[in-house]
């Protein structure tokens, strides 16, 4: 693995970080202050977080990025979409099947789709 490979999936998993703190204070906010139910406020949550990752992928970690494309755009948000469709299917899983609460779940759908968001974002935003 080149050096700039490896600062590259720093730069990601920094940038991750952030969006997964976006990720739960939307989800947490909405369920708790707003009531709304966890699966919704989930949906909604991962949404504003893949806008968010999106444009600090754009600016910060795919640094040999191209301008960006409308197409690039739409495969980013189409991947950001089954990531969503991945993460409720965890949600629903964790929570109603396994009984976790819904914040453990939600670490638990975010370690499963990492990995499929970076494999499929770095291709999409790199062209």
């Given at each position: 693995?080149?050096?700039e490979?490896?600062?590259e999936i720093i730069r990601f998993c920094f940038v991750g970080g952030?969006?997964?703190m976006v990720d739960f204070a939307v989800l947490y906010s909405l369920t708790e202050f707003a009531g709304m139910y966890y699966l919704y406020s989930s949906a909604i949550s991962f949404g504003v977080s893949v806008v968010f990752n999106y444009w600090l992928c754009v600016k910060y970690v795919f640094k040999g990025?191209?301008?960006?494309?409308p197409r690039q755009a739409i495969i980013?948000?189409?991947m950001g979409v089954i990531g969503l469709g991945l993460n409720q299917l965890c949600m629903w899983f964790f929570v109603a099947v396994a009984?976790?609460?819904?914040?453990?779940?939600k670490?638990?759908?975010t370690v499963i789709v990492t990995a499929w968001n970076y494999v499929t974002?770095?291709?999409a935003v790199k062209g």
């Amino acid at each position: 693995m080149t050096r700039e490979r490896m600062l590259e999936i720093i730069r990601f998993c920094f940038v991750g970080g952030l969006s997964l703190m976006v990720d739960f204070a939307v989800l947490y906010s909405l369920t708790e202050f707003a009531g709304m139910y966890y699966l919704y406020s989930s949906a909604i949550s991962f949404g504003v977080s893949v806008v968010f990752n999106y444009w600090l992928c754009v600016k910060y970690v795919f640094k040999g990025a191209k301008k960006q494309t409308p197409r690039q755009a739409i495969i980013f948000f189409a991947m950001g979409v089954i990531g969503l469709g991945l993460n409720q299917l965890c949600m629903w899983f964790f929570v109603a099947v396994a009984g976790f609460h819904y914040l453990i779940a939600k670490l638990g759908a975010t370690v499963i789709v990492t990995a499929w968001n970076y494999v499929t974002k770095r291709k999409a935003v790199k062209g």
